[in-house]
């Protein structure tokens, strides 16, 4: 059982935005945490994204403000 609250609505009815992908990845900047150089950083950069490397951190702080965060949770020795 659903309760609808309004007109659903065909995907033919929503607008699609005309900006290119690129622009909305420069918003969205990604925190790498890893003691070692991420070989792919390069990469992400070069399709858009705003990519900081913190190598360790101390505390959550220090990636707060970055939506998206990667780590390594393994080290591999």
Do not use: Q, W
Request: hydrophobic share 40%.
């Amino acid at each position: 059982m659903y309760i609808r609250f309004t007109k659903p609505h065909s995907l033919s009815e929503i607008t699609r935005s005309i900006r290119p992908l690129t622009e909305f990845r420069k918003h969205f900047p990604v925190a790498i945490i890893d003691n070692e150089h991420l070989a792919h950083a390069a990469s992400l950069t070069n399709h858009g994204f705003f990519v900081k490397e913190l190598g360790d951190i101390s505390d959550i702080a220090a990636v707060s403000e970055y939506p998206i965060v990667t780590c390594d949770i393994t080290a591999v020795s």
